[in-house]
């Protein structure tokens, strides 16, 4: 039987059309490259082999698919054969078997009870909220002053996922799990190795920070589930999820998944909206044609009031526009990836089962074949109808796609259109003289040593 089998996988094997790559290479570090450049070897890769590449380290294989098409097969099409990637192992060590990281008929319930909190008529609650704390964050602002861009949008996202989520009178702990989750965050690379499994059972100096620090986590988040079983709906998420009923069976979350989903939010929900905020700001303090064009239809929304609604969110395309290049550019989320879980075709290669599939929104939003000129800022792109419809859906992909398509959608685009547009109606930010902006890619495409940035307040 083994020798039949053995027969068996050497003609798959040998009858298998491989796509063009580098072959064999020795280890996944000249792919990722070292610690602080995951970017640079991908784009290599993507200059050499422009549609898809094959890599093998060991008995591993990895496609990397560049091309529209074939993303969407990966992220859509052939969706049912793939699973998350093992970086996830990590991610699954802190958020439990939330929404981003379980899988099948699993994923699909907690999707559905879920995704009511994220539905349309909830969003403008949410909005409220986001312009009071970019009212709040303005107010607090001075002219000439220099401050670190990325750690201001970090604490108004962080604010604003603390209180549509929590409700703000227990928003003060969204720091203390800020900063469990940075500790957390800082570990990736090590958990990331092959013998990951291993670490996270040993007794290590820094596996019991981890684990102190996931303590922490767990703390927080059963105080205020209790808080919030004690004193009913509260009209945020956390009340939602701890409500929500399978709509088959009837059935609810017990109180560890709700912890694993609300701890999934939070995370999912305020870094990659920050860093895109973040980005914003940089592209906007290199582009200040652009930052006129955007201030006109501010002021143009704003009129004599003091601030804006949520109500007034359609009525700001190029705001939107802006944001949409920002993250063409520097997509928060910059690579995603799964694993077969059985033989599948992608194109016309096989992908054989246990193969790694990874797609890059930052390489692909940069291909000259579907963005000409890819690296100039241009919202403009964006309000040509005529060329958004040219365009092939997975050639902008930010949110992911798919079963798998971010939840968090519609609250990150009302965030970061709102927040932008009351804080560019009284300021401007210049990058600090002689600093230069570099990638500290993680989870997320952070920007190295934040921004550094000088606000001058607007004369109007
Ligand atoms: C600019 C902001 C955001 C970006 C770029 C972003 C990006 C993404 C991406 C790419 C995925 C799919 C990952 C994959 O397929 O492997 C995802 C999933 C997810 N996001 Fe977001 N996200 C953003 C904001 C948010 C917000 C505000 C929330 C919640 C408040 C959120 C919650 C989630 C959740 C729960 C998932 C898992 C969905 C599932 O698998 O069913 N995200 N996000």
Not at 66 to 71: A, D, F, G, R
Request: neutral net charge; proline residues 6%.
């Amino acid at each position: 039987m083994a020798l039949l089998e053995s027969i068996l996988f050497f003609r798959k094997a040998a009858l298998r059309n491989d796509p063009p790559g580098p072959g064999r290479i020795n280890s996944l570090r000249s792919i990722f490259g070292l610690k602080n450049d995951r970017i640079g070897p991908i784009v290599r890769l993507h200059e050499q082999y422009p549609d898809i590449a094959l890599c093998r380290v060991g008995l591993q294989r990895l496609y990397f698919l560049n091309k529209p098409e074939l993303i969407q097969e990966c992220l859509l099409t052939r969706h049912k054969s793939m699973h998350k990637d093992p970086y996830y192992f990590f991610l699954k060590l802190i958020l439990g078997n939330g929404l981003l990281t379980s899988e099948e008929d699993f994923h699909l319930k907690q999707r559905r009870m879920i995704q009511p909190a994220f539905h349309k008529e909830r969003i403008p609650e949410y909005g409220r909220v986001m312009l009071e704390e970019a009212d709040a964050l303005s107010r607090g602002w001075k002219d000439g002053q220099e401050l670190n861009m990325g750690t201001e949008m970090m604490q108004i996202a962080l604010a604003i996922v603390g209180k549509t989520l929590f409700s703000s009178n227990v928003s003060h702990e969204s720091a203390r799990v800020a900063h469990a989750l940075e500790t957390i965050l800082d570990q990736d690379q090590r958990y990331m190795a092959p013998w990951g499994g291993l670490l996270a059972k040993l007794p290590l100096p820094a596996t019991l920070r981890f684990n102190r620090a996931l303590q922490e986590l767990d703390d927080v988040l059963y105080a205020m589930i209790e808080a919030h079983e004690k004193q009913g709906d509260m009209g945020d998420v956390l009340s939602m999820l701890l409500a929500a009923e399978d709509e088959d069976d009837g059935e609810r979350m017990n109180r560890k998944q709700v912890r694993d989903e609300a701890l999934t939010m939070f995370l999912a929900g305020h870094e990659t909206t920050a860093i895109a905020m973040t980005w914003c700001w940089y592209c906007l303090s290199q582009n200040p044609a652009v930052l006129q064009k955007l201030q006109a239809e501010v002021d143009a929304v704003f009129g004599d009031r003091e601030n804006i609604t949520p109500e007034d969110y359609p009525k700001l395309p190029y705001t939107r526009a802006v944001v949409s290049e920002t993250m063409r550019l520097y997509p928060p989320a910059y690579m995603m990836g799964r694993e077969a879980i059985e033989d599948t075709m992608i194109g016309e290669y096989t992908v054989p089962k246990g193969s790694i599939v990874i797609v890059s929104p930052y390489v692909t939003q940069r291909d000259e074949r579907y963005w000409p000129n890819a690296t100039a800022f241009r919202p403009e792109r964006w309000t040509d109808e005529d060329a958004a419809l040219k365009r092939h859906k997975f050639a902008f992909f930010p949110f992911g796609g798919g079963k798998r398509l971010c939840v968090g959608e519609p609250f990150a685009w009302m965030e970061g259109v709102l927040v932008m547009a009351r804080l560019v109606r009284d300021w401007t930010a210049e990058l600090k003289p002689g600093f230069e902006v570099g990638y500290d890619p993680k989870v997320t495409l952070r920007p190295r040593d934040g921004m550094p940035m000088i606000v001058r307040k607007r004369v109007r």
